[in-house]
């Protein structure tokens, strides 16, 4: 991250939406709009020459590159950039598709007002993710039908409890106090899973946790 004001980028095929955003952002005085591009080929012409700290990318922007495609090719070049989709589409294929990719947020066109936009943009700079009420709902709605009973799993009884507390977006001081244990041996918990699954962050967490069916009953769990 820049060390002084957030250098961001605007990417989207229409020139109104790139205006509107340019409007909203500039009143944020810790950001400075580094660029615009309309196509995914201007977008990673721009990068060649220009470091920027955030990346509000649409999903859609024919012809081209879609945002899930263009968002592997950054990760894998520019790992240091967070990337924020901004969307119409709601479909969770398309948002886990993205997520898999290395995107840092979703956030949907229809919910993106002036503070949502400031809150998703803060929450990507530090490291967090941020999804729209809507498709955090998706989410959480595809997580609560995984299996009950899971099959065996890398993980431990204790660590399938708590990537399911993350997964209800629990914050580490608060499974920390649920589960009887310190914030530390949370935070470690949350580490071991994160290197043996091969995951990035807490919304790979997730993602992996839908795939395995390991989101059993917190209310069966019982501290040793």
Same mark, same amino acid.
């Given at each position: 991250?820049?060390?002084?004001?957030?250098?961001?980028? &605007? !990417?989207?095929?229409?020139?109104? !939406?790139?205006?509107?955003?340019? %409007?909203?952002?500039?009143?944020?005085?810790?950001?400075? @709009?580094?660029?615009?591009?309309?196509?995914?080929?201007?977008?990673?012409?721009?990068?060649?020459?220009?470091?920027?700290?955030?990346?509000?990318?649409?999903?859609?922007? =024919? =012809?081209?590159?879609?945002?899930?495609?263009?968002?592997?090719?950054?990760?894998?070049?520019?790992?240091?950039?967070?990337?924020?989709?901004?969307?119409?589409?709601?479909?969770?294929?398309?948002?886990?598709?993205?997520?898999?990719?290395?995107?840092?947020?979703?956030?949907?066109?229809?919910?993106?007002?002036?503070?949502?936009?400031?809150?998703? &943009?803060?929450?990507?700079?530090?490291?967090?993710?941020?999804?729209?009420?809507?498709?955090?709902?998706? &989410?959480?709605?595809?997580?609560?039908? %995984?299996?009950?009973?899971?099959?065996?799993?890398?993980?431990?009884?204790?660590?399938? !409890?708590?990537?399911?507390?993350?997964?209800?977006?629990?914050?580490?001081?608060?499974?920390?106090?649920? @589960?009887?244990?310190?914030?530390?041996?949370?935070?470690?918990?949350?580490?071991?899973?994160?290197?043996?699954?091969?995951?990035?962050?807490?919304?790979?967490?997730?993602?992996?946790? !839908?795939?395995?069916?390991?989101? =059993?009953?917190?209310?069966?769990?019982?501290?040793?």
């Amino acid at each position: 991250m820049s060390a002084n004001k957030i250098k961001l980028a &605007i !990417v989207d095929d229409s020139k109104f !939406v790139i205006e509107s955003l340019d %409007a909203i952002i500039s009143s944020f005085n810790d950001i400075e @709009i580094a660029f615009s591009a309309q196509s995914g080929g201007e977008l990673l012409a721009e990068l060649e020459t220009t470091e920027v700290d955030i990346i509000i990318l649409d999903y859609r922007m =024919p =012809p081209g590159k879609n945002g899930k495609e263009l968002s592997e090719i950054i990760k894998n070049k520019y790992f240091n950039t967070s990337i924020l989709i901004l969307s119409m589409y709601k479909e969770l294929k398309i948002v886990e598709g993205c997520l898999e990719a290395g995107v840092d947020g979703y956030l949907l066109k229809e919910e993106a007002g002036i503070d949502e936009l400031r809150s998703a &943009i803060d929450c990507v700079i530090n490291n967090e993710t941020y999804f729209s009420k809507t498709i955090y709902n998706k &989410i959480l709605a595809h997580l609560r039908k %995984a299996d009950d009973n899971p099959k065996s799993s890398i993980l431990t009884p204790t660590e399938i !409890v708590i990537l399911r507390l993350i997964c209800e977006q629990y914050t580490t001081k608060e499974i920390a106090k649920r @589960i009887f244990r310190a914030i530390n041996t949370v935070e470690t918990h949350r580490k071991h899973m994160l290197e043996r699954t091969n995951c990035r962050n807490s919304v790979g967490l997730a993602l992996w946790a !839908v795939k395995e069916g390991l989101l =059993p009953g917190f209310d069966s769990y019982k501290p040793s």
